[in-house]
């Protein structure tokens, strides 16, 4: 099946640095990925859609400044959160929609668990 | 705005029983829905989906139930054993534009004992 690989597993930064984080679709190209955010025993919340070329689109309530999106190549897309503060810490996903299923099978990385102090 | 909910947060089993896992939405648009099994510090693994024009989907000991009447969705895993123990989420997909983005429920934590 599909790939998606997300690196790296595990950071933890100073509060007011940066962080960047990355998702590559290994055998497949993904025009599209999105990336997620998930907060301990809670559900995934999609935080935005990575569209290869062109700008991200966020959801209602991400802040585009502070989460930096960049989806250059059809196979990596990037994630960089920046000037991070405690309450980012979370557990960040992305995931990728396989292109040759008819209605698209949208396959995750391993996920990113960032802890910010 | 429209969610995906799920009626039990925690499911727990004896190891070779049948286990349901329900979820509810509410996005009479959404055409397909996908359920999930996330492992702890894992992100989640694709197990089953199915079309909004399917009532039932069979894979290896999963299948995959679909009420649209009462937007209703269930995953049923047969002979549970103790590696299937994991927290569960349905997806849901409202197609068109919004190809590929999910809304996720909130997951059921389901717990499989030897």
């Known amino acids: 099946g599909a790939v998606v690989s997300q690196h790296p597993s595990r950071v933890i930064c100073k509060s007011g640095t940066s962080v960047k984080i990355e998702c590559r679709s290994l055998?497949?190209?993904?025009?599209?990925m999105f990336w997620y955010r998930q907060f301990p025993k809670q559900s995934l919340m999609l935080m935005a859609t990575?569209?290869?070329?062109?700008?991200?689109?966020?959801e209602q309530g991400v802040e585009k400044d502070k989460f930096l999106i960049n989806h250059a190549s059809l196979t990596l897309s990037t994630l960089t959160v920046t000037s991070a503060h405690p309450e980012d810490s979370s557990f960040y996903i992305c995931?990728?929609?396989?292109?040759?299923?008819?209605?698209?099978?949208?396959?995750f990385g391993q996920g990113t668990r960032l802890t910010v102090v | 705005g429209e969610s995906v909910g799920l009626h039990l947060p925690t499911l727990s089993v004896q190891e070779g029983d049948n286990s349901i896992i329900n979820c509810a939405y509410s996005?009479?648009?959404?055409?397909?829905f996908i359920w999930y099994k996330q492992e702890s510090g894992k992100g989640p693994q694709f197990i089953i989906d199915?079309?909004?024009?399917?009532d039932k989907r069979q894979g290896q000991r999963v299948t995959v139930l679909l009420n649209k009447t009462v937007k209703h969705l269930s995953l049923q895993i047969a002979a549970t054993q103790p590696g299937d123990s994991a927290v569960y989420f349905c997806?849901?997909?409202?197609?068109?534009?919004?190809?590929?983005?999910?809304?996720f429920g909130q997951g059921t934590i389901l717990t499989v004992h030897p």
């Open positions: 055998d497949f190209q993904a025009t599209t």
């Open positions: 199915i079309r909004s024009n399917m």
């Open positions: 997806a849901e997909n409202a197609g068109g534009t919004s190809y590929g983005k999910l809304t």
């Open positions: 996005n009479s648009a959404s055409d397909y």
């Open positions: 995931s990728a929609s396989e292109p040759n299923r008819p209605w698209g099978v949208d396959f």
């Open positions: 990575s569209n290869e070329g062109s700008k991200a689109t966020y």
